[in-house]
């Protein structure tokens, strides 16, 4: 007998503890095959380890949707005569928000060892004080003779796994960045496949390496040439303390973000729109702080010969700590509004811009 599909609220759970430092993504892709695996007409990866769920794939109009399956990290760069270890980055950990935390080093045996970080200086400290070359990690080794057991150099540091429900339905976890994105266009995977929509190939992508500048997005998208590609990001909110304000509102629990900038392609964003409010689906349309945004979506919009782009945002706190706090209500207005979005689509859909002067600009959201 086949193996019945994790349920959703298992699937997220197993999905925000994993480890998938960029570069070394398999936790979250085994995972991401057992959960979708039962759902998709294949699954199957790259060879940089992203993450590939399809239906009607031979289908020509496809659509691509990604989270990013990686989540930023650190290498061990040097182990000194007393066993301490000294890391570099692998995407941007916010270390200002990571001393004192408990870490994991992801061993070449895949084993997950327990690791403190502490920064180097305790007095006088700057913003400065707080990068990579200032920390340090404790796993508690006697001397390098007993970490060289355990750890060795190239091994990479995440955050310690931690997960907890809060108030009103908000979340806690190390790395939602970007595994809510991931839950999302999975969840929106799962829903589309029960009853698939017609002639229009449905392609889910894991991406990997998206913290590194979005390399696994670009082989993507090149490999599946899509004709709308929406990745699924978390993005910064500005409802806490110390939070910037000079950056467009964007809060936890007023409905997924969608964005009106430059790598945001008009038609698409108003189709998304009109979807919304026929649905009546909670979101937060913003200009993004970007006038692109460092995401799989940037890539997206540029490869090939370009394709129709869209970026879905999760309001997130205290990105890239440990402590990233969003709401789930803004993941299900996400899958939501992405799932009912594809089901608009038709074979025959075009989101090229118009050539001469349109009479009627709203026209999609009658
Ligand atoms: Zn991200």
Redesign the pocket.
């Known amino acids: 007998m086949r193996n019945l599909p994790m349920n959703s609220e298992d699937f997220l759970e197993e999905l925000l503890l994993c480890a998938s430092p960029s570069g070394q993504e398999d936790e979250a892709r085994f995972l991401l095959k057992r959960h979708l695996s039962p759902f998709a007409e294949r699954f199957y990866t790259d060879i940089l380890g992203s993450s590939y769920a399809v239906l009607n794939e031979k289908a020509p109009f496809r659509v691509l949707i990604t989270?990013?399956q990686d989540e930023?990290a650190a290498q061990i760069v040097r182990i000194d005569e007393q066993g301490f270890l000294y890391c570099r980055n692998s995407g941007f950990p916010a270390w200002q928000r990571l001393a004192g935390c408990m870490m994991e080093v992801i061993n070449r045996r895949g084993e997950h060892i327990p690791a403190v970080v502490l920064n180097r200086e305790t007095e006088h400290l700057s913003d400065q004080s707080f990068q990579a070359g200032k920390m340090y990690l404790d796993i508690g080794a006697a001397d390098r003779a007993s970490a060289e057991k355990l750890v060795s150099v190239g091994d990479y540091i995440v955050s310690a796994p931690n997960f907890r429900r809060l108030a009103d339905g908000r979340i806690v976890s190390k790395a939602l960045?970007?595994k809510l994105?991931v839950y999302l266009a999975a969840e929106t995977f799962r829903r589309l496949a029960e009853h698939p929509p017609r002639g229009i190939g449905i392609c889910f992508v894991g991406a990997s390496q998206?913290?590194l500048g979005s390399r696994g997005a670009r082989s993507a998208a090149y490999a599946l040439n899509p004709a709308v590609a929406i990745a699924v990001?978390?993005?910064h909110a500005t409802d806490f303390p110390g939070a910037d304000r000079t950056r467009p509102e964007f809060v936890l629990g007023k409905g997924i973000g969608i964005y009106r900038n430059a790598n945001n392609t008009p038609a698409l964003l108003e189709r998304m729109l009109a979807v919304a409010e026929r649905k009546k689906i909670d979101f937060q349309l913003t200009p993004h702080y970007a006038a692109v945004s460092s995401?799989?979506a940037s890539v997206f919009q540029i490869t090939r010969g370009g394709m129709a782009c869209a970026l879905l945002g999760i309001p997130n706190r205290y990105?890239h700590s440990q402590a990233e706090m969003a709401d789930l209500h803004d993941v299900e207005s996400g899958i939501e509004l992405l799932t009912e979005t594809i089901r608009s689509f038709r074979p025959s859909d075009s989101f090229l811009p118009p050539l001469e002067k349109q009479k009627n600009t709203r026209s999609l959201s009658k």
């Open positions: 989270g990013h930023v960045d970007d994105g998206e913290e990001d978390v993005s995401t799989d990105m």
